[in-house]
């Protein structure tokens, strides 16, 4: 039901990141000689340099790309500590921008294809892109070597344009949109959209441009750090309820970031969260492993977020804290769960909250990002979970539940 | 042992401050209750709501390897990246299952803005 309510808040949920704070000793010990804690994939950090200027990229852009002994020691590392064959791996080319090192993906597919062949395993590769390089011998590299791909896209025009800047800071648009036709055609390509406030109203008109050119599978994200306002989540919150509608017409596509939303708002109990530093690791251009490739942005290349390097080898009490810290039972709550459990608030840890399914609490990189602690989350995933559950909700509940949205392209 | 981590006892935790602002959570709970008075029932949310409106989706049989949950359950990361999202992208692009659900062999739970590459297609 729509009260018509147009109250005004001027509340602005403003991201405060920190650095890293005081750590608490965590009660989960993972047996890190277990299968289920050996790598099964690495995020390479090709290039930590960018042809551009994301205001909200957590990648700080330098001039560092990795070597090729950098490059080989990571393929050797991976294969050295994954689990036996015949599990399969992967590695991902991320960045900056991966394609501004193409010649170094050929080097990395070919050095572990060849380890797996003589291992008798399969490896896969993958990556995500900005879509501005990819020039007909970019789009036969990514084919030639079956890389799945990730476009990394705001939206449409303005939509797009508004934090997605070249270098000498136009907007990109106009680079990407000359690529789309050849991007729509590469193996397993998806599109990932970043929300922002000033981007959330436009996120439906979005989808549904890159519905039409043939995207098949597209996924967005916010901006969990940006500051949102009551205005801005309120279009987030439309935009959802507009989506899940668009969704249900078309069975073919798919917004992977929709599926399971109503299902997951039930689904409390302690877990593993993402998986980082246990099955994937990131390798920043110098060879040092953290988390996960988010660890190495925020922090830039801190050495406190480090978990080893791949000359080295892990170090192993980093890691251990890290996957510990990445079960629900470490994270402490934001402090406005949905708890059923009878537990006294001051116990309250997220595994016991209805939203956990739905909340970023379990991005440890976001958390000490905006918190200074892996295992606490920002109080911005609480009201994010809360508009995609309902979201969801009262989309999948029947039209009577439904806001009527108004929504139109700004 | 790891530079940022303090190896205290865990009685002592009470006494290490949040590095959250104190004011956040009342900001987010001042939104909270803006939506709710803007979008009324569709917004609010209790467990027993959600209870109510998830009732009668069984969970598939199969569950998580990696959480034990049930593999329905835990396709909770499609909603993810994050967002993780939340990273609200926590969601392979091949098999699109999320960090918690790939019913193979868990190894899928990678942050929603990378592909897994597995070759689940």
Redesign the interface.
């Known amino acids: 039901m729509n009260t018509g309510t147009t109250t005004t808040v001027p509340v602005v949920l403003r991201a405060t990141a920190r650095g890293p704070g005081p750590r608490r000793r965590l009660d989960v010990r993972p047996d890190l000689r277990s299968e289920r804690h050996r790598i099964r994939n690495v995020v390479l950090l090709i290039t930590e340099e960018c042809n551009l200027r994301c205001d909200y990229c957590y990648i700080r852009k330098q001039p560092r790309t990795m070597s090729e002994a950098t490059a080989r020691r990571s393929v050797e590392f991976l294969f050295d500590q994954a689990p036996p064959p015949p599990a399969d791996l992967s590695i991902t080319f991320f960045g900056g921008e991966p394609l501004l090192e193409p010649r170094l993906i050929e080097l990395v597919h070919s050095w572990a294809t060849a380890r797996a062949a003589s291992e008798g395993r399969p490896v896969t590769f993958s990556m995500t892109t900005n879509a501005t390089l990819l020039s007909p011998r970019n789009v036969e590299m990514i084919t030639r070597l079956d890389i799945a791909t990730r476009l990394s896209l705001d939206g449409v025009g303005a939509a797009h344009d508004r934090h997605r800047r070249a270098r000498a800071g136009g907007g990109s648009f106009a680079l990407v949109q000359r690529h789309l036709e050849r991007a729509v055609a590469l193996p397993s390509v998806s599109v990932r959209l970043t929300v922002s406030p000033e981007t959330a109203a436009d996120l439906p008109a979005s989808i549904a441009w890159l519905a039409e050119r043939g995207f098949r599978s597209i996924s967005f994200s916010p901006v969990i750090e940006a500051d949102w306002t009551e205005e801005s989540l309120a279009h987030l919150y439309r935009a959802l309820q507009e989506l899940h509608r668009f969704q249900a017409e078309r069975p073919a596509l798919r917004i992977t970031t929709l599926g399971g939303t109503a299902q997951a708002t039930v689904a409390t109990g302690d877990r593993w969260g993402c998986g980082a530093a246990r099955a994937p690791v990131a390798v920043d251009a110098e060879g040092h492993l953290y988390p996960c490739h988010r660890f190495v942005g925020y922090f830039a290349n801190g050495p406190s977020q480090r978990i080893g390097h791949v000359d080295r080898g892990f170090d192993v009490g980093a890691r251990e804290q890290y996957i510990a810290a990445n079960h629900s039972s470490s994270h402490l709550g934001c402090g406005q769960g949905l708890f059923d459990d009878g537990v006294a608030p001051e116990a309250r840890r997220c595994g016991g909250c209805s939203l956990l399914g739905v909340c970023g609490s379990n991005c440890m990189a976001v958390n000490e990002h905006m918190t200074g602690d892996p295992t606490r989350p920002a109080p911005v995933n609480r009201v994010l979970a809360q508009i995609e559950a309902a979201a969801a909700l009262s989309a999948t509940a029947g039209p009577e539940l439904c806001t009527p949205t108004s929504w139109t392209p700004r | ?10 009685t002592d ?1 009470a006494r ?6 104190v004011g ?2 009342a ?9 709710a ?15 109510s ?2 009732a009668g ?1 069984a ?1 598939s049989a199969d569950t998580c390897i ?4 049930p593999q ?20 392979c ?2 098999c ?1 299952e999320g ?2 659900t790939c019913p193979r ?3 899928c ?11 689940d ?1």
């Open positions: 042992m790891h530079a940022n981590f303090v190896d205290a006892p865990v935790l290490t401050p949040a590095p959250a602002e956040e959570p900001r987010a709970a001042a939104l909270l209750s803006a939506l008075q803007r979008f009324g029932e569709s917004f609010e949310l209790t467990p027993a709501r959600l209870r409106a998830t989706r969970p990696t959480c034990d949950a329905d359950t835990c396709a909770s990361c499609d909603a993810s990246d994050l967002t993780c999202n939340k990273q609200h992208d926590i969601v692009i091949r699109d960090d918690l062999d868990g190894a739970n990678l942050i929603g803005d990378i592909p897994c590459g597995r070759g297609t």
